[in-house]
Every structure is written in structure tokens, then in C-alpha cells.
């Protein structure tokens, strides 16, 4: 059962131009999204974070935007940068999951992203 | 300051085999979680430390699969017994305060192999 989904597995932007990289949820308890970038040979890195009282969070040249209503949240990067070049994953946090409130997260299956010069 | 080590990077092993894979923490980051990517596959949580309290071992996909955390940094993921389903690369994370800040901290992984 895959709770957090990525359908899109490549995504290929030329420079200067806007990446939109999607993720669907199923699980409406989820309360925190995050976007992790991951090159390859290197662990994921955090990128940006969203909680679920808020539709869009900037930071740069990368913004998230949530749209609860459809279980739908996006990473936009403007201006897209060759050395954004990255496999990209979403998650999610469950605030009930084993009982307590911490961080597991759950990813989705990840976006790779080629950025043309 | 130093992010979070693993060792080895790569394993190769024969089926039927243990493996033990390590994981240093950064210093002060109070959680821990092991978590694994197969081929094509997202990210597949594990197991969780968090300071002296019970980890949660919920992501374990069989009792061949354990781990410990020594003296609240450096933990080991054990595999007894591997089987080829067991390849993929393992990622370890940690993090300040799992209940506060929720952003994790990846190592760069140990991409297991077994034959």
C-alpha cells in the first residue's frame, strides 16, 4: 500500500525554465511534508518542508505548495539550474504512527530530474 | 561539523551469509532511523532510535533483521541469514529532536549486495 506516490519517474526541464515535480497521499493524518533532493552515491538531503496548516512555503528558488482537498503536493524550482539535477522524494509524516508523535517518514518512489543547459 | 558516516559503503555477500552495517550518528542528534531503498523503490523505513526509549521496529521485514544503538550514538544493523531479496542500498538518518524538528539528516548509505 503506498501511501505517498510519485508517478512521475523522470521529469527533463531546460535551464531557466520551471520544474514541477508532483506527489499524491492517500493518508489524510499525515501532518508534515518535506521534499529531499539526492544526488547520486550520497545520502538524501532536506530541501524544503511544508506543515499540512499551510498551502505553500518559499525558499529560494524552490516553493511547495499542499492542496489537502486533493491529497496533492508540488515542488516548483525557479529557475531550474543544471546543478539541480537530482533524483527528488517526497514525504510524509504520520503524527499517530506506533502511537507517539515523531518523525517517521514516509517516501514516495522519487523524480528523477534532468536539468538541460 | 561532520554529517552522518556508514560503513562499508558497498557489501558484497553470499546468500545465507550475516551482515552487519554501522552507522554513525552526528553528534548531539538524539534520534536515529535506518531505512532502505530497493531498486525503483522509495525509501522503506526500518527501524527507529530515540534516546533510551523502546525503538520502534515496526519496518522490519522479518525477525532476520535487527539492530541496536550503543550508548545512544552509534548503532548496527544486523542481517542474519541474507537472502538476494535483501539487496539494496541502506541509508541511515538522524535528527535533533524527532518530536520537534522533524527534518533527518541521510548518510550516504551502504549499498548491500547479496549473491
Known amino acids: 500500500d503506498q501511501q505517498v506516490k510519485q508517478n512521475s519517474p523522470s521529469l527533463s526541464v531546460q535551464e531557466g525554465r520551471i520544474s514541477i515535480l508532483n506527489c499524491d497521499y492517500t493518508n489524510s493524518m499525515f501532518d508534515y511534508f518535506l521534499w529531499y533532493k539526492k544526488y547520486p552515491a550520497e545520502g538524501p538531503t532536506f530541501l524544503i518542508s511544508i506543515s499540512s496548516i499551510k498551502d505553500k512555503n518559499e525558499d529560494g528558488r524552490f516553493t511547495v505548495f499542499l492542496n489537502k482537498s486533493a491529497k496533492h503536493l508540488s515542488l516548483h524550482i525557479v529557475p531550474s539550474q543544471p546543478g539541480d539535477s537530482a533524483v527528488y522524494f517526497c514525504a510524509a509524516k504520520d503524527p499517530l504512527t506506533g502511537g507517539t508523535s515523531y518523525g517517521k517518514l514516509t517516501f514516495g518512489q522519487g523524480t528523477i530530474l534532468t536539468v538541460h543547459p | 561539523g561532520a554529517g552522518v558516516s556508514q560503513s562499508p559503503s558497498n557489501k558484497v555477500t553470499e546468500k545465507g551469509k550475516d551482515v552487519e552495517l554501522r552507522c554513525d550518528p552526528i553528534?548531539?542528534?538524539?534520534?536515529l532511523y535506518w531505512y532502505r531503498q530497493s531498486l525503483g523503490q522509495g525509501l522503506e523505513f526500518l527501524i527507529y532510535f530515540q534516546g533510551n526509549s523502546a525503538p520502534d521496529k515496526s519496518g522490519l521485514p522479518s525477525d532476520r533483521f535487527s539492530a541496536e544503538r550503543t550508548g545512544g550514538s552509534v548503532s548496527t544493523l544486523t542481517i542474519q541469514r541474507t537472502q538476494q531479496e535483501d539487496s539494496a542500498v541502506y541509508l541511515c538518518a538522524s535528527s535533533v529532536s524527532a518530536s520537534v524538528i522533524y527534518e533527518q539528516y541521510f548518510g550516504p548509505g551502504t549499498r548491500l549486495t547479496v549473491t
Open positions: 553528534s548531539g542528534h538524539t534520534a
